[in-house]
DNA sequence: AGCAGTATGACAACATGTTGTCAAGTTCAC
DNA sequence: GTGAACTTGACAACATGTTGTCATACTGCT
C-alpha cells in the first residue's frame, strides 16, 4: 500500500529496491484483487446469484458436465466447497446431478436450462465491464501486466522458505531456477 | 450494449481484443492472488499466526496504536472482521487496548513486547521471499504490473453497471474518464 | 445547552474457504 | 483375481469475511 520502501518498519534489514518492487506489486496485488472481488460480488448480485456460484457455472458452462471433484481440481481449491456451492445451484434449479458412467459415486454435474440462461446472463455482465474498462488500459501493457503475475504466482509458489527460523537449521536459501521475466 | 463504438477501422485488432486482454488481466489477477495468499498463509503459520492476524499487526506496528475502526477503514474492510482479529490478539498475548483519550469507547490496540517480537520477525520473512522473488523479475516491468493493477483496480472499482439488464430501464453506461494507462 | 446525526463496539447470522475424518467406489501392481 | 492405495462424497469443525441491528459515545449545528 505505501509505495515507499518505508525503511524497515520492525528494523528488519538494509533496503533492496529490487525486492521493494515486489513488495509493491503484492499491495497492489492485494488491492486490486479486492477491488475486483467487489465489483463481481455486485455483478453476480444483480442476477441473484454470487461470484462463486459463478465460478461453477462458469465452469460447467465451459467444460461441460463435471464431478464436483473435477472442478475443484481446475479451480485449484478444496472439493468441499464446491460440493457445497454445487448442492446449493442443485437447490436452486440451476443446475442437476446426472448419472456419471464413469463412476458410480461421483455424478456429473449438469446445468439446466435455468441455469444456462444466468450464466449466458452473467458472462454478458462480465463482457460488459471488460468492454467498459479496456478503452482506459493499453492492451500491451495489460498483457505484460498479466505475464509479470503469471511469473509472480509462479516465484511465489515454489519459494517455500525453511518453516524453523527458530531452530538453529539453516536451509540453503529457495532454489528458484527460472528465466527472469521482462 | 456497451456504448463504446470500438473503433476498429480494418486492420486494427478484432472488436474485443482489448476487452480481452482485460479478461485475461482477470484471471491472472485471480491467480496471482491465490497463491500469494497460499504463501503468506504458509509464512505465517510457521510463527503461529495467519495472514489476516498479521495485517492487524503490520498495521498497528506501522501506523502506531490504533482504534479497531481505524485499522479497518485503513484496510478497507469491515470493522467487525478486524474487531475479532484484535481480541484474539490481545487473548493471544500479542497485543492490549489501551485507554483512548480522544474516545472513551474506542480503544487503542497496542502491540505488546510478544506481539512486537513476532511481527518483526514475520516482517522478516517476508523479506525473503520478497528478495529471493526480486532476482527473477525484471524490477521495470514489476512496477509497471503495478501500475496497470493500480488503474485495473480503480476503474473495476468505478464501473457500475446497472442492475437491470432485463429492465427496460437503461442507464447511461458507465462513465469513465480516467486517462489511458500505458 | 440540547438535539440530531454519525461513529463505534457488541452480538448474531450467514457465505465461503479451509482441514480432518470416515466409508465406500475405483485403480493399479502383483 | 486380489489387496493396497488412491479417489470421492458426506459430515464436522473452524477461520475469516460479509451484512444487519442495537445501544452508547461523540460531533456539530442551532
Not at 128 to 153: C, K, M, N, Y
Amino acid at each position: 500500500m505505501p509505495r515507499e520502501p518505508d525503511p524497515s518498519p520492525a528494523g528488519v534489514a538494509p533496503p533492496d529496491s529490487a525486492a521493494a518492487s515486489v513488495v509493491e506489486l503484492a499491495w497492489a496485488l492485494l488491492d486490486a484483487y479486492t477491488r475486483m472481488k467487489a465489483a463481481s460480488d455486485r455483478l453476480t448480485a444483480a442476477e441473484g446469484q454470487s461470484t462463486p456460484r459463478l465460478g461453477v457455472l462458469r465452469e460447467v458452462a465451459v467444460h461441460g458436465p463435471s464431478t464436483v471433484a473435477q472442478i475443484a481440481r481446475q479451480r485449484g481449491v478444496a472439493r468441499q466447497g464446491i460440493q457445497r456451492l454445487a448442492d446449493e445451484l442443485v437447490d436452486a434449479g440451476l443446475a442437476r446431478f446426472t448419472p456419471n458412467p464413469a463412476h458410480q459415486r461421483s455424478p456429473l454435474l449438469a446445468l439446466t436450462r435455468a441455469g444456462r440462461d444466468v450464466t449466458r446472463r452473467l458472462l454478458a455482465r462480465q463482457d460488459a465491464v471488460a468492454r467498459a474498462i479496456a478503452p482506459h488500459l493499453e492492451p500491451t501493457s495489460v498483457r505484460q501486466a498479466a505475464d509479470v503475475l503469471r511469473a509472480f504466482g509462479e516465484l511465489v509458489s515454489s519459494v517455500d522458505l525453511p518453516g524453523g527460523m527458530r531452530g538453529a537449521r539453516r536451509r540453503p536459501a529457495p532454489r528458484l531456477t527460472g528465466r527472469v521475466v521482462r
